[in-house]
């Protein structure tokens, strides 16, 4: 947690499968025949059992194509930014230490400024279906006897999320804004098999609530709370240099 709360931002948006989506559940259902191969991933929502993408899902997909913008970044595999920050005793410390994605998405050593919702249908827009495939043998690389398994998919759906940010920095806010702009563009992916053309979404309903604790008038807006559409807030953004992460002006007090 922080210990004061600056500014807050409420990112929320609809990703619409464009195409044949699959979110796996990583359950196997060998003892009963009547389960497919591989199901999408289920959650109790509304008081049924429907399929969801998780926030650590979207996360993780956000997360990597940031650390394509954000010059200096680490990746999953590396562990610099933890070696680097982990004897360091404040927060603003370790901070200013970790790469710039630590700095937005977090890492063991620093929690993260972005909170991502698991994301859930739409009522009446989700269509499930299952699609045959080859079975591939790990070794060759080749079609593994003709043998064939049927992963579950979504075949078509709205699913509705939100991303909140806390104690940000424009140029956090910026990145990923220009995450959600490439996931419309086709540049992300969403879910496996996205080699094999899965996972096509779009951002959609795209609304954000801006939110300025410390100084009412000040920063992004000249508001206290301001709502945007996706065009307006990176027209608001397009002086906050993403390149400014490697300068820490940040002011805040992070716990
Ligand atoms: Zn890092």
């Given at each position: 947690?922080?210990?004061?709360?600056?500014?807050?931002?409420?990112?929320?948006?609809?990703?619409?499968?464009?195409g044949?989506?699959c979110i796996?559940?990583?359950?196997?259902?060998?003892?009963?025949?009547g389960?497919?191969?591989?199901a999408?991933?289920?959650?109790?929502?509304?008081?049924?059992?429907?399929?969801?993408?998780?926030?650590?899902?979207?996360?993780?997909?956000?997360?990597?194509?940031?650390?394509?913008?954000?010059?200096g970044?680490?990746?999953v595999?590396d562990k610099?930014?933890?070696?680097?920050?982990?004897?360091?005793?404040?927060?603003?410390?370790?901070?200013?230490?970790?790469?710039?994605?630590?700095?937005?998405?977090?890492?063991?050593?620093?929690?993260?400024?972005?909170?991502?919702?698991?994301?859930f249908?739409?009522e009446?827009?989700?269509?499930l279906?299952?699609?045959?495939?080859v079975?591939?043998?790990?070794?060759?690389?080749?079609?593994?006897?003709?043998?064939?398994?049927?992963p579950e998919?979504?075949?078509?759906?709205?699913?509705r999320?939100e991303?909140?940010?806390?104690?940000?920095?424009p140029?956090q806010?910026?990145?990923?804004?220009?995450?959600?702009?490439?996931?419309?563009?086709?540049?992300?992916r969403i879910?496996?098999?996205?080699?094999?053309?899965?996972?096509?979404?779009?951002?959609?309903?795209?609304?954000?609530?801006?939110?300025?604790?410390?100084?009412?008038?000040?920063s992004i807006?000249e508001?206290f709370?301001?709502?945007?559409?996706?065009?307006?807030?990176?027209?608001?953004l397009?002086?906050?240099?993403?390149?400014?992460?490697?300068?820490?002006?940040?002011?805040?007090?992070?716990?």
């Amino acid at each position: 947690m922080f210990r004061k709360l600056e500014n807050e931002c409420k990112i929320s948006f609809d990703l619409v499968a464009q195409g044949s989506v699959c979110i796996r559940s990583g359950e196997s259902f060998e003892l009963n025949p009547g389960e497919p191969d591989i199901a999408v991933l289920k959650s109790m929502w509304n008081g049924k059992m429907q399929p969801v993408i998780p926030g650590s899902s979207i996360k993780g997909v956000i997360r990597s194509r940031a650390e394509k913008y954000l010059e200096g970044s680490c990746t999953v595999f590396d562990k610099s930014c933890m070696e680097k920050s982990k004897d360091l005793k404040s927060g603003l410390e370790r901070y200013k230490a970790v790469c710039p994605a630590c700095k937005l998405f977090g890492c063991m050593s620093l929690k993260s400024r972005a909170e991502f919702k698991d994301a859930f249908p739409v009522e009446g827009t989700v269509f499930l279906g299952s699609r045959n495939q080859v079975a591939i043998d790990r070794l060759t690389g080749s079609a593994r006897g003709g043998a064939l398994f049927e992963p579950e998919v979504v075949e078509a759906g709205t699913f509705r999320t939100e991303i909140i940010l806390r104690n940000f920095e424009p140029w956090q806010l910026k990145v990923i804004l220009l995450v959600l702009d490439d996931i419309n563009n086709g540049y992300v992916r969403i879910g496996s098999s996205a080699s094999r053309g899965f996972g096509r979404m779009t951002a959609e309903n795209i609304h954000i609530v801006y939110k300025n604790y410390k100084n009412p008038g000040e920063s992004i807006g000249e508001f206290f709370t301001k709502e945007y559409s996706l065009e307006e807030c990176l027209e608001k953004l397009k002086n906050a240099s993403i390149n400014s992460a490697k300068e820490v002006k940040f002011d805040g007090i992070p716990d």
